[in-house]
């Protein structure tokens, strides 16, 4: 089963001792620490553990050097989830700061058209209001003709009823049925 791993220098020269203890090869490859490029590699079997001291050394220079590699590969890993944490966190970072501009953008849009709304709505309360106006004082301009008019009448009436009693004579249109 071969799977491809994604490595840094520290990790290749790791995976390079590996192989070569398996095979007893020497893999020709880039001078190790000449780039801080990842490289892929390709390894037959790949296991999660660090390996164990009871199975591979034989021998206490094997075992320093096996933990040198884990402690190696173990602080590359760490810095790599750093790294990628570091990343995540500047992009969502960005996210919310365009997040909150566009809203701030909006906000200020629907606050616009609300003073907007509320500036034609206060110019067409006052053309309501003067319209009012016009039709009170008009109201009061008809009143006042309708009570001169009354006046007048009544004037009229009292003129006609001063007449009717120095003739002594009844007026016509009143009651005609009680008429002899």
């Not at 007893?24 to 000449?34: R, S």
């Not at 009012?132 to 001169?148: L, S």
């Amino acid at each position: 089963m071969a799977a491809v791993v994604e490595a840094a220098p520290a990790a290749e020269t790791a995976a390079k001792a590996v192989a070569e203890e398996e095979a007893g090869v020497t893999a020709p490859g880039p001078p190790v620490g000449g780039s801080n490029s990842k490289a892929l590699i390709v390894v037959d079997k790949v296991d999660d553990k660090p390996f164990s001291l009871n199975n591979m050394p034989r021998n206490s220079n094997d075992r320093v050097e096996i933990e040198k590699i884990n402690s190696l590969i173990k602080a590359w890993e760490e810095n790599e989830k750093a790294k990628a944490d570091n990343k995540t966190a500047k992009k969502q970072s960005i996210i919310l700061s365009w997040e909150n501009t566009k809203k701030a953008i909006i906000e200020a849009e629907l606050k616009k058209k609300k003073e907007e709304l509320e500036k034609k709505m206060a110019e067409y309360a006052e053309k309501m209001k003067n319209k009012k106006a016009i039709i009170h004082k008009k109201a009061e301009e008809k009143r006042a003709m309708v009570m001169a008019q009354h006046g007048e009448e009544i004037l009229k009436t009292e003129e006609m009823a001063a007449k009717y009693r120095a003739t002594r004579v009844a007026p016509k249109k009143f009651l005609r049925c009680f008429r002899a």
